[in-house]
Nanobody, 125 residues
């Protein structure tokens, strides 16, 4: 069973930065691809970053590329999402997720089996 616990959300002004953390069960990173998603009211869950378990390749959609960076610390079993130059449209609940069978559809939430409880990020204008 994989457990994921996010932290680090909060209120920040436009242009500010936040770093989200996701504490994972031991050995999660050895077996699962990891992703960050976000969801705001009335919208579908949106992929914002992913990292593959074996080669460490990372993926970011154009909407956040150059502003958001996913990383992991294997020794601490912690996944991070560094968010810079935040915009009001980045406001959402952010979730980390783990998936064992994630392939080329790494940006689809249906590829991920385990989810954290989410952390709220609010960017004020």
């Amino acid at each position: 069973q994989v457990q994921l616990v996010e932290s680090g959300g909060g209120l920040v002004q436009t242009g500010g930065s936040l770093r989200l953390s996701c504490a994972a069960s031991r050995h999660t990173f050895n077996r699962y691809a990891m992703g960050w998603f976000r969801q705001s009211p009335g919208k579908e869950r949106e992929f914002v970053a992913g990292i593959i378990w074996n080669d460490g390749n990372t993926y970011h959609p154009d909407s956040v590329k150059g502003r958001f960076t996913i990383s992991r610390d294997n020794a601490k079993n912690t996944l991070y999402l560094q968010m810079n130059s935040l915009k009001p449209e980045d406001t959402a609940v952010y979730y980390c997720a783990a998936g064992a069978q994630v392939g080329s559809d790494y940006d689809s939430p249906f590829q991920y089996s385990y989810w954290g409880q989410g952390t709220q990020v609010t960017v004020s204008s």
